[in-house]
């Protein structure tokens, strides 16, 4: 009796990767150059810590104060006797508009409170001290 040999060989499934691979790449590659990056405006200012932070998504009006005294709005040096006039005339651009004082913390405690006597002159009863969460 002649016995028949059963091959044992299997063929195996084989997925090519290539094209999976090169669509990675390609979204990889959109997402990258569609991204925009978003640096913050004002000073590079140390945050003194705070237990507990609130982020609203507003038109909010940013006052930043150096630790050298500096004081900055809308990316440019303001005095200090300015700043009631320049919140006044961003209030009347955005009239529910918050002032959010991004102050460093070594700056003189002194001026942050004579900017927040110039946004309460100029008519604004919310004003925040950005602070950084421990």
Known sequence: MARKKHSSVEEEAQIDMTPMLDIVFIMLI????????????GLDVNKPKASQSTQKKSANIFIG???TGVIQMENRQVDIERV??????????????AVLIQADKEAQHGIVVKVMDQVKQAGIDKISVEAEKD
């Open 84 to 97: 009631a006039a320049n919140v006044e005339r961003m209030l009347a651009e955005a009239p529910e508009a």
């Open 65 to 67: 104060i150096s630790k």
């Open 30 to 41: 959109f997402f990258i150059v569609t991204t925009s990056f978003v640096k913050p405006s």
